[in-house]
């Protein structure tokens, strides 16, 4: 297990525009927004965390367009099928890496970004928790619709993959609201950590069942 | 008995061969009780006392909106049978219904934004249901976008049960959407559990219609499976004594 930790965060690291590539991406949205909106206004803070949400659904989709792509090419995932029989626990620390080397500091990030907007450090409470669960379920749920697409483009993979997001965008447009009108957040966060629980467990069988699919 | 049954029905011969039997007496049930249900609802139900007559429309909307949340579910239900029993002739139905949900769903948003100018006094509004039923919309075209990206057919049949099946999370969403959000759409008037809050005299056009509509599309279901099935099993002897 550990091995294959070492393995797939070492594949990740050596490839520099796959990591660092999404995440100045994300900066440049987010420092390209402002000037598209007056400076300094109140609009600002009421659109701010829409943006935040969907560049961080952007940068995503944009660092998992070709997650399985190379190891399928250069028979990685085919000889680690023959060696172990399934492709579960590779799946797994893959996603994992992803969210260890994209999802976190694109949530750092990001938070720092809501920090400095609302000027206010009790944004802290609202935006790091919900960017840290709801990336990860992104980047599950992209990994999912880029293997169902592997070999046929990524637009094919986003397309299919953005419908099945809906759901999250709308939980996360609830916690802001929420937090607007001064309510309780943190059941609606368990609410979205418990849809992330399920969704830890049961993509990477799907995956690997697609991929499966895919190598036969 | 039983178990051979469900096998035999499971052949796509089988299939076929029952399909035609049975298609002219829903073809021709289904026109009559549709055709008969717009006459009662377009001239004989009462006018609303808040709407008028643009009302009237709902004969068409919600037996397409209901429609394209079913033919969802029954390509769910399709997909589960393909990929626990391996059955060939669900992954064929799933195909066949992709193409048909989306024309549906096509309808139900056309019809919603025609009613839309008169009562809401715009065409389109980002409401909750509105956009669940576009993203619905949307994800029949994937579907069907996705199986077309695919030569090798067998992979594609997976593939699209397994999106089918991912995709089914959305359908409470859309179904409950006006129930959880307050917007613009109203909340359903007929439920399995509540007294409908719709008067019998405009519900009973309504119920006759959704029967006759459902029996039409089923309709074209049939023909839409029977195309693909006689275009993956075209090489099949039985498909050359049948046609």
Sequence with gaps: MTDLLKIESFKLRKKLRAWLGPILIFLLIMISFPLTVELASDELKNVFYSILWLSSLLTVMVSLDSIFLEDFDDGTLEHYLILNNSLFSMILIKIFIYWLLIGIPISILGTFFSISTSGDFSSFYIAFPSMLISSYIFINLFALGNSLSLNKGSALGALITMPLLFPVLILLGKIVLNANFGFEISNLLLLMLGVLLIIIVIIPFIISFVVKTHLE | ?243
């Design chain 2, 1 to 243: 008995m039983l178990k051979k049954l469900y096998h035999q029905f499971a052949s796509p011969k089988t299939y076929v061969v029952l399909v035609d039997k049975i298609y002219p007496i829903i073809f021709y049930t289904s026109l009559i009780t549709y055709v008969f249900a717009l006459i009662w609802g377009l001239a004989f139900a009462p006018s609303d006392y808040m709407q008028g007559n643009s009302y009237r429309i709902i004969y068409m909307h919600v037996p397409a909106s209901f429609l394209s949340e079913s033919l969802y579910i029954a390509m769910a239900i399709a997909a589960a049978i393909f990929l626990i029993w391996k059955v060939k002739l669900a992954a064929y139905i799933i195909k066949a219904i992709a193409p048909i949900g989306a024309l549906v769903a096509f309808l139900a948003l056309v019809s919603g934004s025609i009613w839309g100018i008169p009562t809401w006094g715009t065409w389109w509004q980002w409401d909750a249901r509105v956009t669940s039923t576009l993203i619905l919309f949307i994800m029949y075209l994937g579907l069907i976008s996705l199986h077309s990206s695919f030569t090798n057919y067998e992979k594609a049949d997976k593939f699209i049960s397994v999106l089918v099946l991912i995709g089914s999370v959305n359908i409470p969403i859309i179904k409950k959407s006006v129930d959880w959000w307050n917007t613009l759409h109203q909340p359903a008037s007929i439920t399995l559990t509540d007294k409908p809050s719709i008067d019998p005299s405009m519900l009973y056009p309504l119920f006759l219609s959704m029967l006759g509509f459902s029996g039409l599309i089923i309709c074209l279901v049939i023909l839409s499976s029977k195309v693909q099935i006689f275009n993956r099993e075209g090489n099949k002897t039985w498909v050359k004594y049948h046609v």
